[in-house]
Structures are given as C-alpha cells and as structure tokens.
C-alpha cells in the first residue's frame, strides 16, 4: 500500500484525500440520521392515563383546558363565569387629576385567574423545552446531570428576563424609582394598578408551576430538595408582599433579585456549552453581593424606619393595614434569615469553586513535563568553554612539550 501511494502523482493523491474525506461525511450524515431516528422512537405513544402518557402529553391536556376556558367567553351563559380565569377581579373606579382610573384590590376570587396563568405557565414551559432546549441539548451531547441543570438555567433564564424588564417598565411608570419615599407613604397600599396587580398574580401563577413541573421533567431526586427550597422561598415572599400590601417595596426588591438571578443563569448556560467560559461567575459574584446589600438596605429604610414612623398604626383587615410592630419585625426577620442563607451558600460556592480551581492547578504542575538540564562536554583534563579546553579549577591546561630527537 506504500508502495502504491508513493506512485502516484501529487494530483491522484489530492482526489483521493477528498474522495475519503467525502465518504466520511456521508458517514457521519447516516450516523446523525440514525441518532434522529432513535430519537424518534423513543416518543412513542404510550397507554391512555398512564404515567408516561401524562408526562409526555401534559402540555396538551392543559392546552386542551385553556381552550376549554376561552370558548366560554363565546356563550352569555358562561362568559361572567369565563371571565373570572382570564381578567383580574376586584376593580374599582375612582376619579384622579388624570380622569377616571381603575384600580384592583385583592380578594379570593384571585385564586382562579391564577389557576388560568398557571395552565398558560405550563404551557410555555413546554414550547420552550420542546423548540429551544431540546434542540440545543441534542447538539451539546451533555451527561444527565447537567443536562437537567441546563433546562433549569434556560427556563429560569427566559423567565427572570421577562420578569426583570417587566418589573423595571413597572418601576418607571409608577414612578417609583423616582421617589424611592413612595414606598412606604400612603400605606396601605390596596389599591393596585392592572399592570401591578396582573403582574403579581402571573408570579404567584409561574412559581406554582413549578411544582408540578418537577415531575413532568422527571428531576432526579438529588435536585428536587434544591429546586423545591427556592420555589417555596418565591412563593412565601411574593404572597406575603401581595397579602400584606408591600406591593410597591416587593417590585424593587424582585427587580433586583430577578437581575442577579439572570446573570447566573447566563453564565451557567455558557460554562456547560464550553467549561473555559467562567468570567461570567465573577461579574455574577458582585451582582449578588450587591443585590444582598440592597435588599436589606431598602427594607430596613421601608419598614424598619418608614412604615414605623407612618401616621397609620395598628391592625385593620378591612382597611388592610397590617402596619404592627410584631409584623414589621416578622417581615424584616423573614427577609434577614434569607439573605443570610443565600450569602451563606454563595459562600460555599465560591470556596467549592477556588478548591477546584487549586486542585486543577496542582494537576498540571505534575502534568507539566520537566525540562532536561544541559550537560557540558567534558574530557579528561577538564571542558570545552567558547571553544577553549578549560581545567576543572578554571585554569587552561598546561600544554605537552614535544621530546625534540
């Protein structure tokens, strides 16, 4: 074979280079096309209401109801029974400087348009998992554990960008940002804007979507503790913000924890595409301590001195005001304790993350080959220096006188 190829003329040669780099190709096209096909055959269609049926068609049985919910708007006998699922309730009309302006206050009908938001949530979770994620898992080639961290981060991710733009076009509006003592005066804050309101009840709707979607994702039960720990700290902050009128406070405070939360999500998503990527970490770094520093801030200025020195004290479920003294350090404490623990697993993080990166460190010190030191060409009477035989004392050596005959 040899032989043969060193026959051939340099032209043969480039042929069949391209001619077998041509056959690779195809090689590797059939090998994907068998991939895709095996892919294919897993989606197989499983029986009627079983487990397996339930986790792969969950997105269409929700749709299913949503439709269900929407055709009811289009009869006059079920349209006032419809509309409680798709329009926030409890709206008030009141005259302002601007004209007559609705607002919303909350109450127990709520439960249903969060009930409708939270089939729309799952909804979305699947299109995204199905057009986005899973198309970019299939060309990562990633183990099952990240795999399952790498859906986690990029539907949190898309989830923290719409909700931090949505909060901050809330902020400016309102004009919140502008007058930071806005948020505590004038409390109880019960009256509530649509966008306020919608935007509060669409949170409650997608972190109880949540839930349920640890099983629909069939998360491995080393993750679920995890996921199941921020879940229920959303929950109790939002509905405590919502319940307990700190409406105005809990949009600054989920602004700057939606930011924080986005940037580790984005640079989680660019460790697992390629693991050099890990500057995204240290710019996350000073985002979060920054967030902790904040968030205590404002709420030690909101309620620790504002709500304090505000002329409505005192207990009253019909006015809403729920401005004590044992709430507001029920609230600051709640607030404390998280933010302590979120600083203490950053913590740990960091620490796990300078161990790694010593112990890789190490690893290639040994790994790195020594280099050979240069020997000198030495002789009897001693070495060869810039081309002069040198004497091992330093001095040149003494030259042998001929026996003249």
């Given at each position: 074979m040899r032989r043969a190829w060193r026959k051939l003329t340099p032209e043969?040669?480039?042929?069949?280079?391209?001619?077998?780099?041509?056959?690779?190709?195809?090689?590797?096209?059939?090998?994907?096309?068998?991939?895709?096909?095996?892919?294919?055959?897993?989606?197989?269609?499983?029986?009627?209401?079983?487990?397996?049926?339930?986790?792969?068609?969950?997105?269409?049985?929700?749709?299913?109801?949503?439709?269900?919910?929407?055709?009811?708007?289009?009869?006059?006998?079920?349209?006032?029974?419809a509309i409680l699922f798709i329009q926030p309730q409890y709206n008030v009309t009141t005259l302002s400087p601007e004209g007559e302006v609705t607002l919303y206050h909350y109450g127990w009908k709520d439960s249903a348009t969060i009930l409708f938001y939270f089939f729309i949530a799952i909804i979305l979770h699947a299109v995204v998992q199905e057009y986005l994620l899973d198309k970019v898992n299939r060309r990562l080639h990633l183990s099952k554990s990240k795999n399952t961290k790498f859906n986690e981060?990029?539907?949190?991710?898309?989830?923290?960008?719409?909700?931090?733009?949505?909060?901050?076009?809330?902020?400016?509006?309102?004009?919140?940002?502008?007058?930071?003592?806005?948020?505590?005066?004038?409390?109880?804050?019960?009256?509530?804007?649509?966008?306020?309101?919608?935007?509060?009840?669409?949170?409650?709707?997608?972190?109880?979507?949540?839930?349920?979607?640890?099983?629909?994702?069939?998360?491995?039960?080393?993750?679920?503790?995890?996921?199941?720990q921020y879940i229920c700290l959303y929950l109790l902050h939002i509905a405590a913000a919502y319940l307990l009128n700190l409406s105005r406070v809990g949009l600054v405070l989920f602004f700057l924890q939606y930011v924080s939360e986005l940037g580790f999500h984005i640079a989680r998503l660019f460790y697992f595409t390629d693991e050099n990527h890990q500057k995204m970490f240290d710019l996350w770094a000073v985002s979060f301590v920054f967030t902790r520093m904040a968030t205590l801030t404002l709420m030690f200025l909101a309620v620790g001195f504002g709500l304090a020195r505000a002329e409505s004290q005192g207990l009253d479920w019909e006015m809403g005001n729920f401005n004590t003294v044992l709430i507001r350090m029920t609230v600051l404490l709640l607030v404390c304790l998280t933010q302590s623990w979120l600083l203490w697993k950053f913590i740990?993080?960091?620490?796990?993350?300078?161990?790694?990166?010593?112990?890789?460190?190490?690893?290639?010190?040994?790994?790195?080959?020594?280099?050979?030191?240069?020997?000198?060409?030495?002789?009897?009477?001693?070495?060869?220096?810039?081309?002069?035989?040198?004497?091992?004392?330093?001095?040149?050596?003494?030259t042998k006188k001929l026996k003249s005959t």
């Open positions: 043969l040669r480039s042929q069949r280079i391209f001619f077998l780099s041509e056959i690779n190709k195809e090689a590797a096209g059939k090998e994907a096309a068998v991939e895709d096909m095996a892919f294919r055959r897993r989606n197989k269609s499983y029986p009627f209401f079983s487990q397996e049926f339930l986790i792969q068609n969950h997105a269409d049985i929700v749709f299913s109801l949503v439709i269900f919910i929407l055709i009811g708007l289009m009869f006059e006998a079920t349209a006032k029974t981060s990029g539907q949190l991710c898309v989830f923290h960008l719409v909700s931090s733009v949505w909060s901050f076009y809330i902020l400016i509006t309102e004009g919140y940002l502008l007058h930071p003592s806005s948020l505590w005066e004038n409390y109880p804050h019960v009256h509530l804007r649509f966008q306020v309101k919608f935007f509060y009840l669409t949170q409650l709707a997608y972190w109880l979507h949540a839930l349920p979607e640890l099983y629909f994702q069939k998360v491995r039960k080393e993750e679920i503790s995890r996921q199941l740990r993080f960091q620490l796990r993350r300078w161990r790694e990166f010593r112990h890789e460190q190490a690893v290639r010190k040994k790994a790195a080959p020594k280099q050979p030191l240069r020997t000198l060409k030495r002789d009897s009477l001693g070495h060869h220096e810039n081309g002069v035989l040198k004497a091992e004392n330093g001095a040149s050596p003494r």
